[in-house]
C-alpha cells in the first residue's frame, strides 16, 4: 500500500480555507468535478474507474455513482 489515498478537498470559497476532506474508494482517480446548475450537486469524473461519483453538495456525502464508458 502507497499510504495516498483518493479524496476531495472542500474549500470555503469565502475565505479560501480547507472546510473538510472527503475519502474515497483507493484507485479512483478523481479527475475533474462539475456542479448543477442550482449547486446542489457535485459529479466527479474518476477517471481511473470509469464513472462519476455524486455528491450533495451542501452536505459533503456521496450519493451514487454514475457509470460511464470513458475507455480507460
Known sequence: ESGLKDSLTVIDTSTDKVMKLIDLKEGTGPKSIV??????????????????????????????????????
Open 35 to 72: 456542479f448543477s446548475p442550482d449547486g446542489r450537486k457535485a459529479y466527479v469524473v474518476c477517471g481511473v474507474l470509469d464513472d462519476a461519483i455524486v455528491l450533495n453538495a451542501q452536505k459533503h456525502k456521496m450519493t451514487g455513482e454514475i457509470k460511464l464508458d470513458l475507455g480507460g
